[in-house]
């Protein structure tokens, strides 16, 4: 093949098996962070399905859509790169099978196999070699840590599988590391540890010619010495290779238990590198977050009204900045989920709802389902001072909220659910410049990176350390109508965030109200341990406050 790997990168690949949901992203994530203090680490996931990206697939099926600085759509994974890594994931470094295909495809019409029959081998491996090693070269990384999505065995993986056994054989075993992520079940009749689908799912991965270097063992506790012994007699492996994975408080003490288990040493033997885990400001924030969640005086309860409230992992980032901004303010975090639907239909009063909860956040989302459930919530955080965060579709309906209720303009919505039967008489949200014409749903909407220009003198500023030029990632169709922005200002809605140069609103805050703010971006996509998005640490401490605990 042509290209190959002609630099001095090394290669660390995480598989997973057993099962999936197992933290495949946070294991790989957690091993970079081990490793980055002196080497640039490069994370890629390799994904079966054929979607060219999650983009258009719905969050209950592939958990949250993670949107790039440079406007990629990509698998939620990448927040977890992004916090452990702090590196800036890029679109290219999710490779999905459509894209596979799609490639393929393309070069097939254009002749570029010179008669040859395209078949998935050598071709389908070959673009998936062919891209991890181009991202190698293009970003000279010292690392690149390969995530194969799913578990080993899945049909859909199977290339991958045998693209990464063959880069072992092409740069060399001294250059690339295996890394196994399974499951020891301690079943509740026999209470004891379980090695055997460890040692099946081992076998499994050496029938596709991988042998692992190192098995970390997914547990509900630290594995038995004997487990270990067992797990490295069938893999083939030392014992000091076998790797123990706890279930955690926080995901955050991952990083910390690895390198106790002694994982950054054995990487650097293995692989010839040096570059020592500096862990000690993370250290410190796990022992805050851990703190906080010990400390039941220290408890705030924020409500997430939302739609996908079925799966947790739809709102991923969100509930990693709530936890952020609580280990800087020495709060812990509760959350309480809010159907909207319930509330929508009646089923539920947003009195009722809300009872004794200290914050509100109305998270993206999409379409007409719930929203009427949204602006209700939103109305009484409104009118009782309960401190609110809308993001996304959140400031939007904040704004149709204010434009019924507080301007008299009845029936105020989103032109996004407007239809021939429910045609929209003021619509305070409408499309952004150039979306109407629009009719492909994939990577067209604004996305990504972009300036926010924000007033001085406004909470805004405040919030942001006196920024007058923020930089936030947003995932948008839809904007404040701005034919409307003058009304809604003169009764009090204040639009203190804008993109540079355009009428596109971007910050809304209320003056006489403990905290009532939107945004149209997604500020939750750049909040890390060590620096948690200001939006939402002052949302943490308006609940505080709300709640008559004082921020620490
Ligand atoms: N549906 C809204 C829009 O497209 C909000 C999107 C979101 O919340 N990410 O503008």
């Not at 990168?9 to 294991?27: D, F, M, N, P």
């Not at 619509?427 to 492909?440: F, H």
Request: hydrophobic share 35%; proline share 5%.
């Amino acid at each position: 093949m042509s290209g190959g790997n002609k630099t001095n990168t090394k290669y660390i690949v995480v598989t997973g098996g057993v099962l999936s949901g197992l933290g495949k992203g946070v294991a790989a994530a957690s091993i970079g962070r081990l490793l980055c203090s002196r080497l640039k680490i490069v994370p890629v996931k390799l994904d079966g399905y054929l979607n060219t990206d999650p983009g258009t697939m719905n969050p209950i099926e592939h958990g949250e859509v993670f949107v790039l600085d440079d406007g990629g759509e990509v698998d939620m994974d990448f927040g977890h790169y992004e916090r452990f890594l702090g590196v800036q994931g890029k679109f290219g470094w999710n490779l999905t099978m459509g894209k596979v295909f799609q490639e393929i495809l393309e070069k097939e019409r254009r002749g570029d196999f010179l008669g040859k029959t395209v078949q998935f081998i050598p071709h389908a491996t070959n673009v998936i070699k062919e891209r991890i090693y181009g991202i190698a070269r293009d970003e000279k990384a010292d690392i690149m840590m390969v995530e194969v999505g799913g578990t080993v065995g899945d049909l859909e993986n199977l290339f991958y599988i045998e693209a990464v056994r063959q880069m072992r054989h092409e740069v060399g075993a001294e250059n690339m590391l295996f890394v196994h992520l399974t499951y020891v079940p301690v079943p509740s009749g026999v209470r004891e540890q379980k090695s055997k689908p460890t040692q099946q799912g081992v076998k499994l991965l050496n029938e596709f010619g991988i042998y692992p270097d190192v098995v970390i063992g997914r547990c509900q506790e630290y594995l038995d010495d004997h487990i270990k012994e067992k797990i490295a007699l069938f893999g083939n492996l030392q014992k000091d290779c076998v790797i123990s994975g706890p279930d955690v408080e926080s995901v955050y003490e991952i990083p910390l238990v690895y390198e106790k288990e002694g994982l950054s040493a054995l990487i650097h033997k293995k692989l010839g590198i040096y570059s020592p885990p500096a862990l000690g400001e993370w250290s410190q924030w796990v022992a805050a977050v851990k703190k906080n969640n010990t400390a039941p005086d220290r408890v705030v309860e924020i409500a997430i009204g939302g739609k996908y409230t079925a799966l947790e992992d739809s709102y991923a980032s969100l509930v990693e900045s709530l936890e952020h901004a609580g280990a800087h303010l020495g709060a812990k975090v509760q959350l309480r989920w809010i159907e909207t639907s319930e509330i929508e239909k009646g089923n539920q009063d947003p009195a009722e709802a809300l009872k004794d909860v200290d914050g509100l956040i109305i998270p993206g989302g999409f379409g007409s389902r719930g929203i009427e459930g949204k602006i209700k919530l939103i109305k009484y955080a409104r009118e009782n001072n309960l401190p609110f965060l809308g993001i996304c579709y959140g400031m939007q309906l904040a704004v149709v909220e204010y434009a019924r209720n507080v301007c008299s303009l009845e029936g105020a919505n989103s032109e996004e659910v407007e239809s021939p039967e429910n045609p929209v008489p003021h619509k305070v949200i409408c499309y952004l410049p150039g979306q109407k014409q629009i009719t492909r749903k994939g990577g067209t909407m604004r996305l990504g990176g972009h300036d926010v220009e924000v007033r001085k003198g406004s909470k805004a500023s405040k919030i942001y350390g006196n920024s007058v030029r923020i930089r936030e990632r947003f995932r948008h169709r839809y904007e404040v109508n701005p034919e409307y922005v003058d009304r809604l200002e003169a009764a009090g809605l204040k639009f203190t965030g804008k993109a540079p140069g355009t009428p596109i609103m971007q910050v809304i805050e209320l003056e006489n109200h403990p905290y009532f703010m939107g945004c149209q971006y997604h500020p939750e996509l750049t909040s890390s341990l060590l620096k948690p998005s200001p939006l939402f640490r002052e949302l943490v401490a308006a609940s505080l406050t709300h709640s008559n605990k004082p921020v620490a």
